[in-house]
């Protein structure tokens, strides 16, 4: 066979005019790539960049540089008079003045336009056409292009020639970084948010999860403008009554996985919303943590990271590109991306009917959560807003171990409203539809962090069963004497003596002050929203 010069690897098509420009907002490059299929990225990635590879399994992998987690503290917002008053300032969303994201704005278009070639998404937001957004991707790595090809909800044909201009643009620059030196700036990480005009901007930071969360952002502020609850949950439907139950939880507490159940329909692993007409998918694809994946454990997911998924920050046998799933070397947070459909039952479209079952899951580092209890309207709004979990190693920069963490409406720092307006609107939609509300702890139990183990995820499973089949509504309870909680005495499956936690430490006292120490952060973190909710939901608390 001849020898092949290394010039034929170069783009095939070099002299074909281009299809779209972005002249318009001040992007000069000739050559844009709008919407390729996922087999021209993995080429486009293998050639440009150097660590991009092919697993043995057939999913991309590459690779997000120095951040592998999200940057929340490097998150602003744009204070401007047409969106001040809807946003919940503070440590959540901090500030900045419309002249501060012009400059990063300017900033990061000066860098695309020193690429050769741009690669956009054109996708949507939403499964609902009446209430989605059309979401504009602008990047300069096919890894990029290719995650949000998964994570947004694809065009047909016809509806990208018909696309027009979007509701919302992203410009990710995050290869370049941020000018420290320009005020509000605190590293050389900014994502910065206009709400007004809807463009985000990603400096400084090459994790790809920023682009998700910040069309969640959006999604979070926009949608309950027209009524409807955004929700960092899980949905799945029965596949006889389509009903649905929603999983809340922060990364880490098992949303993705108790989400990827072969008897249920998925209607997707991490964000929604619930309109008068039920629930829908915001996303096209599914995130999720890939650390210690295997086949047996969850074997949905492991076959679901194919040709046309992505891998992310892994480990892999140079030789055999075989990934170790175990090796945590570059990160905790490793991750797969891969298209919804990709999970052979998936709903599609993403939408179902209105939940029977709402579902809190935390991860409980205090061991002294049950597994599972059952709350009332008021106690639901409380822990709602509450938000407590465990923050779990490598969702975000510089977690190496479970933090003890209050993120109000399991999402906090995707929130733009109050979090008290999201808990009233959630909670009218479970009080019209008589949605059962249950808390579940995903987290240690025996002892706590170090002591104790984490709860067994066929345990878990087991729960979350008795849930969606009704049984575990029926059984007989008895009432947590601090958290106040109705726990059930049995479920199928399930050892009686783990349903009450205190039953499983050795020592019983070391639990009780566990139990109130827990209790007084909850109250001391309450605090900062009992004067924007009723005296029952403040009496809902622990004692």
């Known amino acids: 066979m001849p020898h092949v010069p290394d010039s034929s690897f170069a783009d095939p098509s070099p002299g074909v005019a281009p299809a779209f420009d972005l002249k318009s907002i001040g992007i000069t490059v000739e050559d844009i790539r709008r919407n390729l299929a996922p087999a021209e990225l993995y080429a486009l990635g293998i050639r440009e960049d150097p660590q991009c590879n092919i697993a043995d399994t057939g999913a991309l992998i590459a690779y997000s540089g120095a951040k592998t987690g999200r940057s929340p503290k490097d998150k602003r917002i744009v204070r401007e008079p047409a969106t001040e008053q809807d946003v919940w300032w503070g440590n959540v969303n901090i500030g900045i003045t419309d002249e501060i994201f012009q400059i990063n704005l300017e900033r990061a278009k000066d860098y695309l336009n020193t690429r050769k070639k741009l690669y956009i998404v054109d996708a949507f937001a939403g499964w609902d056409p009446a209430t989605r957004m059309k979401i504009r991707v602008v990047c300069s790595r ?12 694809r065009p047909t044909a016809d509806e990208l020639a018909n696309f027009g201009e979007p509701d919302a643009v992203i410009y990710n620059s995050g290869q370049f970084p941020a000018n420290r030196h320009t005020p509000g700036m605190t590293s050389k990480t900014s994502i910065d948010l206009n709400l007004a005009t809807r463009e985000m901007v990603i400096l400084g930071t090459e994790y790809a999860g920023e682009m998700k969360k910040g069309v969640f952002t959006l999604m979070n502020y926009y949608m309950p403008k027209q009524g409807i609850v955004s929700m960092h949950c899980s949905a799945t439907a029965d596949k006889q009554t389509g009903r649905s139950s929603l999983l809340f939880g922060l990364s880490g507490t098992g949303k993705t996985t108790l989400s990827a159940d072969p008897n249920r329909l998925l209607i997707g692993d991490d964000e929604h919303c619930w309109s008068n007409d039920g629930i829908f998918n915001i996303e096209g694809g599914c995130y999720a943590k890939a650390i210690n994946l295997s086949a047996t454990a969850e074997p949905e997911i492991f076959q679901a990271l194919r040709f046309g998924a992505l891998l992310e920050n892994v480990v892999y046998d140079r030789q055999t590109h075989h990934v170790d799933f175990d090796d945590r070397s570059i990160t905790e947070n490793t991750r797969g991306a891969y298209p919804i459909e990709f999970i052979s039952n998936a709903k599609i479209p993403c939408v179902a009917g209105h939940p029977t079952d709402v579902i809190f899951l935390t991860c409980d580092a205090y061991g002294v959560l049950p597994p599972v209890s059952k709350l009332t309207p008021e106690q639901a709004m409380y822990h709602y807003i509450s938000g407590y979990t465990a923050k779990v190693a490598g969702t975000e920069m510089g977690v190496t171990e479970p933090q003890l963490t209050f ?55 087991a729960i979350i069963d008795a849930i969606h089949n009704g049984s575990l509504a029926k059984v007989e309870t008895t009432t947590d004497p601090v958290f106040g909680f109705a726990v059930p005495k049995t479920c199928p499956a399930v050892p009686s003596e783990i349903l009450q936690p205190r039953n499983t430490w050795a020592d019983k006292s070391a639990y009780d002050s566990g139990a109130q120490r827990l209790s007084a952060q909850f109250q001391e973190n309450f605090e900062k929203y009992a004067a ?12």
Do not use: D, Q
Request: glycine residues 10%; contains cysteine.
């Open 142 to 153: 096919p890894y990029h292009a290719l995650f949000m090809h998964i994570m947004l909800i």
């Open 532 to 543: 924007n909710v009723s005296a029952e939901v403040r009496a809902a608390g622990p004692k």
């Open 407 to 461: 993120s109000p409406c399991f999402g906090g720092p995707f929130l733009v409203w109050h979090p008290s307006y999201y808990a009233e609107l959630l909670a009218a939609k479970m009080k019209e539809h008589k949605a059962n509300v249950w808390l579940v702890n995903t987290g240690w139990t025996g002892g706590a962090f170090g002591t104790g183990s984490r709860m067994k995820l066929k345990l878990t499973r």
